[in-house]
């Protein structure tokens, strides 16, 4: 059973559109990660939410996290070939707030130019 | 300078076959991580240690031995590899254990390993 569910997890889309990758699970989350990763590369943080509620805005990208804690959204606006990789999210569902991560299965984005 | 290195990157080996994947971090950090990346991109957390000290030990086969001779260093060996154990292997290390109040997680490059 997976605690973190992405979708889509696929994407493919023109220059320019926007899209939405949802992240969801059933559980409360103390924190809440997207990480961007390349291919052949490691995972590179995106950001940290942590307040039920919180919208982070990273240039063109649009993080939201539910008022539950229990599931997180993330926006792009006007998508760039640049913008192709896969999209994590993680969640800290350990109370202690350890570094053990827990991640979605990710959603791979491609646009096309 | 890479902040958190890995070696080898690629390594293909026979069943039986016993291999280790190096990882230095560079950054001063305190907890050092390696996770398990599978063909279908599922990362997941295999081992943490914080300041040499195992804290994390996710049921991993006790094939997997990792070492920390130093807080800079976490290695990972792997006895009587196996076809499941193909993958990428990740190392990562944050400031400490905590991940709230901006405490990032760094993660190397990846070591593809691929057992046949």
């Known amino acids: 059973t997976q605690l973190l569910e992405q979708s889509p997890q696929f994407l493919s889309i023109q220059e320019g559109e926007n899209l939405t990758v949802y992240c969801n699970s059933s559980s409360v989350f103390s924190s809440l990660q997207w990480y961007r990763q390349e291919p052949g590369e490691g995972p590179v943080l995106l950001v940290t939410v942590v307040t039920g509620g919180e919208v982070k805005k990273l240039k063109r990208l649009t993080f939201q996290f539910g008022d539950a804690r229990k599931d997180s959204s993330l926006h792009i606006t006007a998508a760039q070939p640049g913008d192709t990789g896969l999209y994590l999210c993680a969640a800290n569902l350990d109370s202690s707030n350890t570094g053990k991560l827990i991640f979605g299965q990710g959603t791979t984005l491609q646009v096309k130019p | 300078d890479t902040a958190v290195s890995q070696t080898p990157k690629y390594l293909v080996t026979q069943m039986g076959n016993d291999k280790s994947i190096k990882c230095e971090q560079n950054?001063?950090?305190?907890?050092m991580y390696w996770y398990k990346q599978d063909s279908k991109k599922f990362l997941k957390i295999m081992f943490s240690?914080?300041?040499?000290?195992?804290?994390i030990n996710e049921t991993v086969p006790n094939r997997f031995s990792p070492k920390s001779p130093d807080k800079a260093h976490l290695n990972l060996h792997i006895n009587s590899l196996e076809l499941g154990d193909s993958a990428v292997y990740f190392c990562a290390s944050s400031q400490h254990g905590q991940l709230l109040s901006g405490n990032t997680i760094y993660f190397g490059e990846g070591s593809w390993l691929t057992v046949v």
């Open positions: 240690y914080n300041n040499k000290e195992l804290i």
């Open positions: 950054l001063g950090h305190d907890t």
